[in-house]
């Protein structure tokens, strides 16, 4: 009696030890995300809401009367479906606008008319107002973000925390061509010198601090970076013929074959097309800004902003930062445009003055 009440215990302690484990299993598979595709119909809006699992991002295909578009969300996962739950549809003149309720995600409304497709913030008319100013550089709103900005021998570092400057070089250098940027770094040559250079500077924007190495090898001016992968940041010497990376953990330079990353795989390229033209790396963006004829648009040829653009200084994610009449504005299709800096500068020269983290 005694045994069979004990094997009869052990069967159920395994029976509830499998039911666990079921049950384990089963939030580990309901919460893990997939590729998924699913339509739906809103009033007299049809909707496809997609899930790229690979590339992490949603895609919602927007059909009512001419409008035929996409509209992305690099939202985290949710494991709900139908997330667009209604939608306010507005016609004034032929100026259609749709703006989407939604669960657990949020969408950018979208407008259009005869012209084609904008958004519902283009006629924002944002205006300045100086909060605060340093070395006089206007500042509005930061958005807690980090801008060096080149003030010819260095950069000022301003942000919520702290301003001040980085001073590098003896010489003023008006247009500073060769740099590159990645995570929270800037890497830059030594502008003191005058055709080659052997010395890289490495300023750490989390701490302002910055440091340099001697290189084994000089490179030409006459070069461009090509992109990174990890803390390795690869450079084209066009002089030379030659690409190298910088190895930032190691500060050391190596020389490489001639190869270029496409999405996240090695491709090997001749030293002629990297000579005759500058060939980067790449890597596919969901949702971007580009400049048309000094006009701004998003992805889907979303036209931005009725302003015009003197240069796009930086896309991050949603947010666009853009240079306007020597004001730096940023933009996000579901807030609309904020003034940031002014800078009397910016007038006068818009290239390659602005590093935002």
Known sequence: MVKRKLKNSIKLKAFITALIL????????NGKSHSYEMSYTIGDVKVIEKYDNKDKYYTFNIKYLDIDTNIFSLASYNKSRHLIKDINVTNVNNNICLDFSTKGIALYPICHNNEGYYTKYIDNDTIFKEQ???NNVLIDNLNNYTYLLWN????????NKSKYNIDLFKKDTYNLNLFYQYNNYMLIPDYNQ????DRLYIININNGKTNSFKMRFPVYFDSYFLGNQNDNVYIFDRKEEQEYYFDIKKDDIFKVGNKVLINNKWENVSKQ???????????????DYYLKDDVLYA????????RKIDSLVKVDGLNA???SDGILYMFNPLKGEKSVL????WEFNSNNMIFIY
Do not use: A, P
């Open 299 to 306: 992805t889907g040829d979303l036209k931005i902003t009725n």
């Open 22 to 29: 079921v049950f384990v299993v089963f939030l580990l598979l």
């Open 273 to 287: 097309k990297l000579k005759n033209k500058e060939v980067l790396f790449v890597n596919d963006k969901v949702f």
């Open 342 to 345: 002014k800078y009397s500068e």
């Open 321 to 323: 930062f853009y240079l």
């Open 132 to 134: 605060d100013s340093y």
């Open 194 to 197: 005058e055709w080659t250079f």
């Open 152 to 159: 010819y021998n260095g950069f000022m570092y301003i942000n």
